[in-house]
């Protein structure tokens, strides 16, 4: 994993562009200390850092072909390297090196822009041909990797992170205020756009050409939901049990490919402990693993890890953290994420890539799991949610309003809290059962939380982009594989974004097994059935490992990485939500209504409501307009006035 960045004049580069390129490599040297590289002729600057993988002696970037006609910077593996060379060689293709980027420089000479159609991988790389002085920008299937690009005139300046484009000089830190709404809502931009106005992210799974001035984007693969299958759909559960297994093992074998140590991240969760258990089984070493949990007891779940060390007879590493940690590492965080941060499991993510870049470069993680196997609890409440709905909607009108307005209301509040998500309360639409619902800061809510300049738009503008990937599956699409499509289209793409930001800030590569294309391609075929059946989540994973891991972890509740963020806030950092909420910068910037934003900590602090979401997601863009937008860099927060007691034995933290 590395880091990449470069320019692009339809004319000539400027010496002063020249100079930059340095500046822009090296703001992002978290992502390859072990070396960098420059190009430029008259019209491309192609930068890099190396954090090395494979071919540790010779994989320098960038990296041009036999006649230095091609350059290519590449961040990511592709891991059927080995595979292509044979073909490519036989094509007359000259090899220097053992290093996956010089398969990329000869495929692209003899398969040009559909390269990137035979490569199995995680990927962001930029192409210079010289002779057609054409750039290309490729970008992995399902967005393991990022890749952000801005046009400004007749340059096109690109980078694996916004911050090596802003460095460029050429664009400015200048606010999209205007995606504000769907960033509090779902968490993340779920299209092109970025919060920095004018710059982009390439979307999964498309190329990019800037030629003489003119940009195109192409999309190169899809995820192939609501396709006719006739082989899957005839598989007998058995059957499909053991392709899916083949399929896993195959993807997980596939990402060992290092010449240095690899490791896995181990929540004791249902994926990531199937992949450490299939991964221990294919090393001739006990396996490193990596965990992280919270000093509240409430919020750990090394209990559950330890039982799969013991299983699999790995070597674990662990480390506990507190409030402290918390707010203390989140400001550098947030600058390593470009962006606001979506989720608060972020900042111990970042604790146990650091704990893991202490014994190895590499670790295998289960990320994607939930998004392709229907992971989530959510999935089959949506679904009751919309069927029922269907029904209610006979209902006469006044009966219907009755309920809502009525009935809902007074119900016991352990009772109304669901009711008001429900069929009852909510409109049968995919913006309100399935996008709102879920929010992090409803549309609603916003309209109360946000100063009267900020416009909120209904539903069809804050949720445009996610309503046009539930929209994109055709015809023969169930509703699971929609909400399944759109998940892996937005919520995972910025899970990917946060699992590559944080181990890049520790400087280790993380590699994701369960969004292996093949692997992806054939579970997106299997009929619902074999993912969700009632209430039981990713049957099929559960069938495949049964007879590896424990029972116990096989049948625990899902956790999901718990943070207890809101419980700080009832706490030792309600001052902090203070100081970064209410202060006379973000009085001054006008997007939030102090009174409102008060009323809400105030009403979270003493527990009249849960407010713990919608205060993330404010306080984080609140400090990324500081960091960015207001040019004061990386913030320093209070500490925590006190620390919370456990209730408790504390767990101590070990390495």
Known sequence: MCGIAGIVASDRLHADERARLTRMRDVITHRGPDDAGTFADERAGLVHRRLSIVDLAAGHQPLANEDETVWV????????HADLRPTLEAFDHRYHTRCDTETIVHAYEQWGDACVER??????????????????????????????????????VFGSEIKSILESGIVPAEANDRAIP????????????????????????????????????RQYWDIPFGETNPAAEALSDEDAVAQFRVKLEDAVRTRLMADV???????GGLDSSAIAAMMAGMIDRPLETFSVAFRQSAFSELAYARQVVTAIKANP??????????????????????????????????????????????????????????????????LINWRAGQYWSLAPEPLRDFVKNTVVPHLPASVARYAKRSFLATPRTPEAMFFDNFASIGLDSQASLLASRMTVAEGGGAYAPSRAYFDAPNGRSTMLDRLLYTDLKTYLVELLMKQDQMSMAASIESRVPFLDHHLVEFAAALPPRMKLRGFTTKWILREAVKAVLPAEILTRKKMGF??????????????????????????????????????????HARGATDGGDALWSLMNLELWYRTFIDGEGVQTLPAPSSILPDGAQALRATA
């Open 182 to 217: 769907e960033l509090l809502s779902t968490r993340y931009l779920s299209g092109t756009e970025t919060l920095f106005k004018g710059i982009h992210r390439l979307r999964p799974g498309h190329v990019l050409t800037f030629e003489n001035g003119d940009t195109k984007t």
């Open 261 to 267: 140590p690899l490791g896995m991240f181990l929540s």
């Open 73 to 80: 910077v590449f961040n990511g593996e592709i891991y059927n």
């Open 317 to 382: 590493h662990e480390i506990v953290i507190d409030e402290r940690d918390f707010f203390g590492a989140l400001p550098k965080l947030l600058w390593h994420e470009d962006e606001p941060i979506a989720h608060p499991s972020s900042v111990p993510l970042y604790f146990v890539s650091r704990l893991a870049s202490e014994h190895v470069k590499v670790v295998l993680t289960g990320e994607g799991s939930d998004e392709l196997l229907a992971g989530y609890g959510k999935y089959p409440r949506a």
């Open 119 to 156: 490569f199995r991988g995680m990927f962001a790389f930029a192409i210079w041909d010289t002779r057609r002085r054409r750039l290309l920008l490729a970008r992995d299937r399902l967005g393991i990797k990022p890749l952000y690009w801005t046009v400004v005139g007749n340059r096109l």
């Open 562 to 603: 718990p943070v207890p963020f809101g419980l700080w806030l009832r706490g030792a950092g309600a001052g902090i939500a203070r100081d970064v909420l209410l202060d006379s910068r973000a009085r001054q910037r006008g997007i939030m209504d102090p009174d409102a934003v008060t009323a809400l900590i105030d009403a």
